[in-house]
């Protein structure tokens, strides 16, 4: 079945680490893959994605995130973490244009 | 602010009512997505309108119904309430029809069924 991964539920760093989130996908067909966020309090927003080309997408904020293909994954990345980056983050997937699946999101809970 | 609104903020109510939330997208934006989001399912997509047609149907309940108007906006109904219906409702909307898109989410509607 379609689906995606987010093997991290609850993240906790001290401000400067850095960060790694996992997202996996299961689909054989073409993909665009998404990272949303959802500060606390705030809505979703998009950090990032990936449409096509450049395997390796910056986003917002110093968030960048690899697309590899071969491994079904789309893991996200910062260098050094900033409190502010205290939030919830969604992988997200649309299966064949029907309906975008969203992971069940990884909670970062960032130390100063 | 995404320029999504939604209408009410938080809704309490009992068991076997109706609600019905509200949804306004961005300016432009013909796509209105309804997601909803509670601790045990996550973020599930529920329905797609796109130009006042229904385009795309996911984990929609039977007793939940969708409708976009020709203004755009969108409102979501929900009937025969049960307690597992508490959740976090999202409205989304984005240019176009097609998934590839970046999609705008409102605020979300707080939904506590008593």
């Known amino acids: 079945a379609q689906s995606v991964s987010q093997h991290n539920h609850h993240v906790i760093l001290s401000e400067a680490a850095s960060l790694e989130l996992g997202c996996n996908y299961s689909?054989?067909?073409?993909?665009?893959l998404f990272w949303y966020v959802q500060y606390p309090g705030q809505h979703l927003q998009l950090l990032l994605k990936?449409?096509?080309?450049?395997?390796l997408v910056k986003g917002i904020k110093g968030f960048e995130a690899e697309f590899i293909k071969s491994k079904f994954s789309f893991n996200l990345r910062k260098p050094s973490v900033q409190w502010s980056d205290t939030a919830e983050y969604f992988c997200?997937?649309?299966?064949?244009?029907?309906?975008?699946?969203f992971g069940t999101g990884t909670r970062l809970t960032i130390i100063p | 602010d995404s320029g999504v609104t939604q209408t009410p903020k938080h809704l309490i109510t009992a068991t076997g009512q109706r609600v019905t939330l509200r949804c306004s997208p961005r300016s432009g934006d013909l796509s209105v997505y309804w997601y909803q989001q509670s601790l045990d399912q996550g973020l599930q997509f529920l329905i797609q309108y796109y130009n006042g047609e229904e385009r795309a149907k996911g984990n929609i309940l039977e007793r939940f119904s969708a409708q976009q108007f020709p203004d755009l906006h969108s409102e979501l109904n929900l009937s025969s309430l049960e307690l597992g219906d508490s959740a976090l409702y999202f409205c989304a909307s984005s240019v176009v029809a097609e998934l590839y898109n970046e999609q705008f989410f409102g605020p979300g509607t707080r939904l506590t069924v008593l």
């Open positions: 689909y054989g067909g073409t993909v665009n």
């Open positions: 997200a997937v649309p299966f064949g244009n029907e309906k975008l699946t």
């Open positions: 990936y449409f096509s080309g450049d395997p």
